[in-house]
């Protein structure tokens, strides 16, 4: 059982700058592939970043080069740095944990959400 807790969300201007963050339980996080995603309204649930056990990366093409996630498994956090933020960067962000490394058969885990909005 893995609970994920996200905050870091909030109201920013165009061109500005976030940082979300997801705490994890558990002692085995270092294993887990993390992720981030985001749901705007109407919209489909979609892949922001993703990093994995061993710290490589993916990003959504409309993130790349603005949001970095990283990882630090001392701490059992997982966070999404959010630069250069753009109106349509505005979703809920959801942190994703992916345990099929240890329990091949075991669903993703997701934290409650953060929001994010991005406005003037």
């Known amino acids: 059982q893995v609970q994920l807790v996200e905050s870091g969300g909030g109201l920013v201007q165009p061109g500005g700058s976030l940082r979300l963050s997801c705490a994890a339980s558990g002692s085995i996080f270092s294993i887990y592939a993390m992720g981030w995603y985001r749901q705007a309204p109407g919209k489909q649930r979609e892949l922001v970043a993703a990093?994995?056990?061993?710290?490589?990366?993916n990003y959504a093409d409309s993130v790349k080069g603005r949001f970095t996630i990283s990882r630090d498994n001392a701490k059992n956090m997982v966070y999404l740095q959010m630069n250069s933020l753009k109106p349509e960067d505005t979703a809920v962000y959801y942190c994703?944990?992916?345990?099929?490394?240890?329990?091949?058969?075991?669903?993703?885990?997701w934290g409650q959400g953060t929001q994010v909005t991005v406005s003037s």
């Open positions: 990093i994995s056990s061993g710290g490589s990366t």
């Open positions: 994703n944990a992916d345990p099929r490394a240890v329990a091949a058969n075991a669903p993703d885990y």
